[in-house]
């Protein structure tokens, strides 16, 4: 069973930074891609940055590219999303997501490709 803990949101200014961590249980040992959402007040959950062991690389969306970089630590067993220069607009529930088997690049941008979520961690910028 694979169960995934976040941690890590806050009440932060515009332009400061974050780093959000999901601690994955054992069970997610093995897994090739996860990822982050998030999900705003009256919003729909939307796709933010997913990693793919299988081809080493990251994704994500074009509103956080060049802003966030997410990473795994595959010894720890740990997802990152470290978050530079955060507007308003990042403020949002984030989620820690695992997707199943190997997922072709074009699926991952899609919350019905996750099969584990998080429980979500609040990230708010105000000034």
């Known amino acids: 069973q694979v169960e995934l803990v976040e941690s890590g949101g806050g009440l932060v200014q515009p332009g400061d930074s974050l780093r959000l961590s999901c601690a994955a249980s054992?069970?997610?040992?093995?897994?090739?891609?996860m990822g982050w959402f998030r999900q705003a007040p009256g919003k729909e959950r939307e796709f933010v940055a997913a990693?793919?062991?299988?081809?080493?690389?990251?994704y994500y969306s074009s509103s956080v590219k060049g802003r966030f970089t997410a990473s795994r630590d595959y010894n720890k067993n740990i997802l990152y999303l470290h978050m530079n220069n955060l507007k308003p607009e990042d403020t949002a529930l984030y989620y820690c997501?695992?997707?199943?088997?190997?997922?072709?690049?074009?699926?991952?941008?899609?919350?019905?490709?996750?099969?584990?979520w998080g429980q979500g961690t609040q990230v708010t910028v105000s000034s």
């Open positions: 990693v793919r062991r299988s081809t080493n690389n990251a």
């Open positions: 054992e069970g997610a040992r093995s897994t090739n891609a």
């Open positions: 997501a695992r997707y199943p088997g190997n997922p072709i690049l074009s699926s991952l941008r899609a919350a019905e490709s996750v099969d584990v």
